[in-house]
């Protein structure tokens, strides 16, 4: 069966400082791999996507990054933390475009800039 | 510009009874809607789905509808447990424009004992 992982699972960081999240899945090949952001009392915003290494598509303009090094790796990036950042970021992964669209979302990571 | 679009923020409900839980979209290229349950602090889990060519879809306790003519669909859960108490996600996607799911802003369900 397919698992995903997400790590940290909390992160506190200093506004200005990087910040690298890591998100792995497990039991699939080529996955399509996502990046959201719930902020406080919000809803799911979209803000990577990836249908294959190297391949990231932005959603919305903003402070973060993404990279896909590896076919199961999803990793997003900053290099200098806003406030604006904090909240709860969550990694999906969905099957080959087609077959189903349905997304299976990580634990998260609690963010807070300070 | 919210394509989907969850106007309760809340609901209350007695174990046992019914919830229903509502949401609307504007996109009409949306053909895939799901319905999500979030704890605090956990990924959303996937609770069920429709596809647009159909307007019920049933699996244990919960019951997604479809109203493609109104661009609204509802996640029934009966009988409503305590287990239950979360926040309620509804998604859509539009296949043409790539698996990208848009959600609502959620609903956040409290079943009393």
Known sequence: ????????????????????????????????????????????????????????????????????????????????????????YLCAWSGLAGLTDTQYFGPGTRLTVL | DQQVKQNSPSLSVQEGRISILNCDYTNSMFDYFLWYKKYPAEGPTFLISISSIKDKNE????????????????LHIVPSQPGD?????????????????????????LVKP
């Open chain 1, 1 to 88: 069966s397919q698992t995903i992982h997400q790590w940290p699972a909390t992160l506190v960081q200093p506004v200005g400082s990087p910040l690298s999240l890591e998100c792995t899945v497990e039991g699939t090949s080529n996955p399509n791999l996502y990046w959201y952001r719930q902020a406080a009392g919000r809803g799911l915003q979209l803000l990577f996507y990836s249908v294959g290494i190297g391949q990231i598509s932005s959603e919305v303009p903003q402070n973060l990054s993404a990279s896909r090094p590896q076919d199961r790796q999803f990793i997003l990036s900053s290099k200098k933390l806003l406030l604006s950042d904090s909240g709860f």
């Open chain 2, 59 to 74: 699996d244990g306790r919960f019951t997604v509808f479809l109203n493609k003519s109104a661009k609204h669909l509802s």
């Open chain 2, 85 to 109: 108490s979360a926040v309620y996600f509804c998604a859509a996607s539009d296949k043409a424009a790539g698996n990208k799911l848009t959600f609502g802003g959620g609903t956040r369900v």
